[in-house]
């Protein structure tokens, strides 16, 4: 719409979400996924500990495990 003035993404959170950015990527982790642990989907999005290697593996913990959560969080690089 020409007549409205452009606002950036950023202003904006609830139009959109950042998916990755240079191959990084947060997610969510069940409870014994570990750094270097290469990862695949579980349940509600939440991914688990694959025994074959994936495009996705975990580089570091960046929020432990919260048992009411039901998950921790893990910065990931996404191949």
């Known amino acids: ?40 989907a579980w349940r509600d999005g939440i991914g688990q500990t694959s025994p074959k290697p994936t495009n996705l593996q975990v580089m570091k913990i960046t929020q432990e495990y919260d048992p009411q959560k039901g998950y921790k969080i893990g910065f990931c690089l996404l191949r």
């Open 1 to 40: 719409d020409p007549t409205r003035e452009q606002m950036p993404r950023s202003s904006r959170p609830d139009e959109w979400t950042v998916v990755a950015l240079i191959g990084q990527v947060y997610v969510r982790l069940k409870e014994d996924v570990e750094p270097m642990d290469f990862v695949k």
